[in-house]
Each structure stands twice: as structure tokens, then as C-alpha cells.
């Protein structure tokens, strides 16, 4: 399965408590937090599409499983709501888009 990572920098790491509000507020189903250190797990679904996200332990990066529209809208979703600019990669690598200035999945897909 295809997937997409968000993460801020090298060496950065995510808040967990705000990542876990953003994703109560997408809503997400099935949220659940797994281990000591706290690992936040959840299911989303846009229209026919359904996604997993999850935040790392390491908090360095948060993983969105597939590239369809649930994924790329949670992507959108969660940088429209978190304080800092996140990168959004594939997981071949083949791009590197900043966040920040998309507001859309129409912006997004443009850049893909």
C-alpha cells in the first residue's frame, strides 16, 4: 500500500496533543492511542475513501496510508490547523511540497 508521510524538519517532532485534537476534529473514527509512548492511530473516511493515519512514536512524522482523496484531504485538513509548516512526502520520495500556502485538495493535486 501506497503511503504519504507529513513532518516538520529534521530532528522535529510533532505535538502529539495537538495532532490528537486536529484529529478528533477531522473527526476520525476509531482514534486510539497504543504503548507507553502513546501512539495515535485513527481511521478517515471521505465519501468512498478511507485512510489510516498515524503519528510515529519517534513524533517525527505522521503516516497517511494511501494517496486518494481521504489522504490527501486529511494532509490539507491537518496543516490548515497546526501552527508550524509541514512537508508532505511520498514514499518514494519523488516529491517535497510544503504545506503552508495549500488550502485544497484542487491546490494539491495541482502540485502532484
Not at 9 to 36: K, M, N, Q, S, V
Not at 48 to 75: K, M
Request: proline share 3%; hydrophobic share 40%.
Amino acid at each position: 500500500m501506497s503511503f504519504l508521510l507529513l513532518y516538520l524538519g529534521e530532528g522535529r517532532t510533532f505535538d502529539a496533543d495537538h495532532i490528537r485534537r486536529l484529529l478528533t476534529e477531522l473527526p476520525c473514527e476509531y482514534l486510539r492511542e497504543a504503548g507507553g509512548e502513546k501512539t495515535i492511530h485513527c481511521e478517515y473516511a471521505l465519501n468512498d475513501d478511507v485512510t489510516t493515519i498515524r503519528l510515529a512514536p519517534d513524533r517525527e512524522t505522521v503516516i497517511i496510508e494511501g494517496q486518494g482523496e481521504a489522504s490527501l484531504e486529511a494532509a490539507v485538513a491537518i496543516q490548515k490547523h497546526y501552527p508550524e509548516a509541514i512537508h508532505l512526502i511520498d514514499e518514494g520520495y519523488a516529491f517535497d511540497i510544503n504545506l503552508w500556502d495549500i488550502k485544497t485538495v484542487h491546490e494539491l493535486r495541482r502540485l502532484l
